[in-house]
């Protein structure tokens, strides 16, 4: 395995990895190394950001992953195990997927739509986290018909009944009738309840919510309520994710 690749498994991206090796370098086997493609050993470890990585556990770790991606269906809970017997994403996975996964990218009870089921936890924390830009796509319809300038409200931020300002997003009204408008919301964050909520900071209800993108996944590869689709291992989603930035 090539230095970049291991620390591809270890940081995510590819760029960085390199750009790290390079600039900054990584031990291995307690010495400096700057060249990306300087092959590890069976026995070799590399030291980085305070921790210690054996060749073999990492090979481990890149086999292990596992990336699936699912429609929920409306009336389904998003966790693994209901007290009161209601219906779950555990029940919609039953024979479908062995290794224990978990979702990234909660939806409630009453919407439906796109949901990334890993056991990747460094991917998990990449997709949710802001700053990386990892787009959320939303088809909203609305009680009522929001005004223009109420939508540049939307897009400009604004601040939820909890106190927090939301970060600019991209809103377009794809269809409206006499009492109620169906919306398109890109966001890059994603709070609790975080549209319903920007929608009732305007005055309106959220009649149905549903995820049709997730970065550079789409509703069309899962289009019934209720599939499921295997991505790949870790390289194949990785490259896929930054593809979306280029």
Request: proline share 3%.
């Amino acid at each position: 395995m090539k230095l970049q690749k291991a620390l591809q498994i270890i940081s995510l991206s590819r760029r960085h990895s390199s750009e790290h090796i390079l600039t900054k370098g990584v031990k291995v086997n307690g010495k400096l190394v700057k060249e990306p493609w300087h092959e590890l050993k069976e026995n070799d470890f590399i030291e980085f950001n305070n921790k210690k990585y054996y060749l073999s556990e990492l090979q481990k770790k890149a086999e292990s992953k596992v990336y699936y991606l699912l429609n929920k269906p409306k009336g389904v809970l998003c966790t693994f195990k209901d007290q009161y017997g209601r219906k779950t994403i555990n029940d919609l996975l039953k024979g479908k997927i062995e290794k224990r996964v978990f979702y990234v990218g909660r939806l409630d009870y009453d919407s439906s739509g796109l949901l990334l089921l890993t056991n990747d936890g460094d991917l998990a924390n990449y997709l949710l986290r802001p700053e990386n830009k990892v787009t959320k796509v939303y088809e909203v319809l609305v009680k009522g018909t929001p005004s223009k300038k109420e939508l540049r409200t939307l897009e400009e931020g604004i601040t939820l009944e909890t106190g927090y300002k939301t970060m600019k997003s991209k809103v377009k009204i794809l269809k409206k009738d006499k009492d109620q408008a169906l919306l398109q919301i890109s966001l890059n964050e994603g709070k609790k309840r975080q549209i319903k909520l920007m929608i009732k900071a305007l005055g309106y209800k959220v009649i149905e919510l549903k995820r049709i993108k997730f970065g550079p996944w789409s509703i069309e590869e899962v289009p019934e309520p209720g599939d499921i689709k295997y991505l790949g291992g870790r390289e194949e989603v990785r490259n896929r994710l930054l593809s979306n930035f280029s």
